[in-house]
């Protein structure tokens, strides 16, 4: 009889275990709504890190999106898109976000560039009152390299290639 009972006892309490282990990977923590898009060490594409806003106010978390890509990431792994250029001021009216730039940004190189401005886009862009985003330099819209203004900019101003397949095709839809 006391087999039967230490036996019951061991069956009860393994199931008890499994039970509390099951709760626990069910109590995982859930993927961001929000990220803050870096460059990786080589410089060469953005990286998306997890971004849990301070703040409810969509201005708020717009001031602290860019706080955070003109500081360094908590992993070696990433670099800061926002290094040798900052952005002056800011102002957000009928949906488009406007971003002011100093003179400095205008003596990055291409690459920098377009890294920049890419990751820059695709984490303001996730603040539910932009639809689009602008930049200026000084007073000055952006121009690209043959001086025509760059214009509204959507996550979809850009296109990545994962860089898995070089001669892959690749299609997209982009408004002119």
Do not use: H
Request: charged share 25%; with cysteine; net charge negative.
């Amino acid at each position: 009889m006391k087999r039967k009972g230490t036996f019951a006892l061991l069956c009860m309490l393994t199931l008890l275990m499994l039970a509390l282990d099951g709760c626990s990977q069910g109590e995982q923590k859930e993927k961001s709504d929000y990220y803050i898009y870096y460059l990786n060490k080589e410089k060469t594409k953005n990286i998306p890190m997890d971004y849990e806003p301070q703040s409810e106010k969509d201005e708020e978390v717009i001031s602290d999106m860019i706080s955070k890509l003109s500081q360094n990431p908590d992993s070696v792994d990433y670099v800061r898109p926002l290094v040798s250029v900052r952005i002056l001021s800011w102002s957000l009216e009928n949906r488009q976000l406007q971003l002011n730039f100093g003179s400095e940004y205008s003596q990055q190189d291409r690459i920098a560039d377009v890294l920049c401005r890419a990751a820059v886009v695709r984490t303001l862009i996730q603040v539910s009152s932009v639809d689009s985003i602008s930049f200026y330099v000084g007073d000055a819209p952006l121009m690209d390299k043959s001086g025509t203004p760059v214009g509204l900019m959507t996550a979809e101003s850009f296109i990545e290639n994962p860089g898995e397949q070089i001669n892959s095709i690749q299609t997209a839809t982009l408004t002119l």
